[in-house]
C-alpha cells in the first residue's frame, strides 16, 4: 500500500506558476511509478503527467507540455509538478497517482493509488 498525500495547490492569475507536491509513504518510491491527473467541474479524470520507475521516462499530455514539468525524490519520498504559463483551463483538482507497475498509462483505472486532490484555479 502506498499513501499519498497532495498539496500546493491555490489560486493564480493566468501567465503565474504553482508548485504541487505529493508525499508517498508506506513503500519505496525508487520501484513505483508515479503522476499526476486532473479533474475539472463536470469532467472527467485527465491525464498530466507521469514518472515510469523502471525506465525513468516522463511523459506529458500534450496540453501541458512544455509548462510543466513533474520531478520526484526518492529519498524524501515525494514527487512535485511545476506548473508555469498557467491557463483558465488548468483549472481543476489534481491528483496524484501511483502504481508499482512499470510504465505510466493514461488510463486512470490503472493506477492503483489515488491521493485526496488539491484544487487548482488559475483566474483570467
Known amino acids: 500500500q502506498v499513501q499519498l498525500v497532495a498539496s500546493g495547490g491555490g489560486l493564480v492569475q493566468a501567465g503565474g506558476s504553482l508548485k504541487l507536491s505529493c508525499a508517498a509513504s508506506?513503500?519505496?518510491?525508487?520501484?513505483?511509478?508515479m503522476g499526476w491527473f486532473r479533474q475539472a467541474p463536470g469532467k472527467e479524470r485527465e491525464f498530466v503527467t507521469g514518472?515510469?520507475?523502471?525506465?525513468?521516462?516522463?511523459y506529458y499530455s500534450d496540453s501541458v507540455k512544455g509548462r510543466f514539468t513533474i520531478s520526484r525524490d526518492n529519498n524524501k519520498g515525494s514527487m512535485y509538478l511545476q506548473m508555469n504559463l498557467l491557463r483558465p483551463e488548468d483549472t481543476g483538482v489534481y491528483y496524484c497517482?501511483?502504481?508499482?507497475?512499470?510504465?505510466?498509462?493514461?488510463?486512470?483505472?490503472?493506477?492503483?493509488?489515488w491521493g485526496q486532490g488539491t484544487q487548482v484555479t488559475v483566474s483570467s
Open positions: 497517482v501511483a502504481d508499482e507497475a512499470r510504465g505510466v498509462t493514461y488510463v486512470p483505472d490503472w493506477w492503483s493509488w
Open positions: 508506506g513503500r519505496t518510491l525508487s520501484s513505483i511509478s
Open positions: 514518472s515510469d520507475w523502471y525506465t525513468g521516462n516522463t
